[in-house]
């Protein structure tokens, strides 16, 4: 009933910008918090940053400075603007929303995931 898709990933040099998306879609009364995350092999998935229903924003030590993150409620989306691009960077990127449907309950639901390749 509620997808998440992301666009946005690619292949880019170091030193260069990228800017994620994801749109929320489907039966959505309201959307919570949403966030960005992301996973390299053999690794667990990392919370890079995050930002409230309110506009209030938080980021892993790793991407201040360099990433922001903001919302567009009226689209039910949420972007991933990241600047300064590190190889360290490459990883897959998820989105990842609060969402209520149908009265109080909330559930966390997850976008497919886009590859972000940092290299020369």
């Known amino acids: 009933q509620v997808q998440l898709v992301e666009s946005g990933g690619g292949l880019v040099q170091p030193g260069g910008s990228l800017r994620l998306s994801c749109a929320a879609s489907?039966?959505?009364?309201?959307?919570?918090?949403m966030n960005w995350y992301r996973q390299t092999p053999g690794k667990q998935r990392e919370l890079v940053a995050g930002?409230?229903?309110?506009?209030?924003?938080n980021y892993a030590d790793s991407v201040k400075g360099r990433f922001t993150i903001s919302r567009d409620n009226a689209k039910n989306t949420v972007y991933l603007q990241m600047n300064s691009l590190k190889p360290e960077d490459t990883a897959v990127y998820y989105c990842?929303?609060?969402?209520?449907?149908?009265?109080?309950?909330?559930?966390?639901?997850w976008g497919q995931g886009t590859q972000v390749t940092v290299s020369s």
């Open positions: 990842n929303a609060e969402i209520s449907s149908v009265g109080p309950l909330v559930y966390k639901y």
């Open positions: 489907g039966s959505i009364f309201s959307i919570g918090a």
């Open positions: 930002i409230t229903s309110g506009g209030k924003t």
